[in-house]
């Protein structure tokens, strides 16, 4: 069966840097695109970032300039190199192997993802800013 499993949330000061990773078996990780969602508190989940199967990457404007997604895909590893980090940045991270072109910039939790199939997801991450 299909797992994605996250790891590096941890709680860090403003301006500090985290890296985010998340592993996945039990899918053909190069044909999937590579996202990660966060859901903050009181919040809808948002797409922060996406790794493409065609190469091409997204950053929302939030992190647009300081978050850097990367992937490995002989690791099936996908990466979110956090910088500058702000408190605003606090929320669950999610990643998400999602089929080519499906990309919802936001989803009341990661669970509605389950509308697109063949998508799946994690189990989250906690990153806590302060």
């Known amino acids: 069966h299909v797992q994605l499993v996250e790891s590096g949330g941890d709680s860090v000061q403003a301006g500090g840097s985290l890296r985010l990773s998340c592993t996945a078996s039990?899918?053909?990780?190069?044909?999937?695109?590579m996202a990660w969602y966060r859901q903050a508190s009181g919040h809808e989940c948002e797409l922060v970032s996406n790794?493409?199967?065609?190469?091409?990457?997204y950053y929302s404007s939030a992190v647009k300039d300081r978050f850097i997604v990367s992937r490995e895909n002989d690791r099936n590893t996908v990466y979110l190199q956090m910088n500058t980090l702000s408190p605003a940045d606090t929320a669950v991270y999610y990643c998400?192997?999602?089929?080519?072109?499906?990309?919802?910039?936001?989803?009341?939790?990661?669970?509605?993802?389950?509308?697109?199939?063949?998508?799946?997801w994690g189990q989250g991450t906690q990153v806590t800013v302060s």
């Open positions: 039990g899918l053909p990780f190069g044909d999937f695109d």
């Open positions: 790794a493409r199967s065609d190469g091409t990457t």
């Open positions: 998400a192997a999602l089929p080519r072109g499906r990309e919802p910039i936001t989803l009341r939790s990661i669970q509605y993802l389950e509308i697109i199939p063949g998508a799946n």
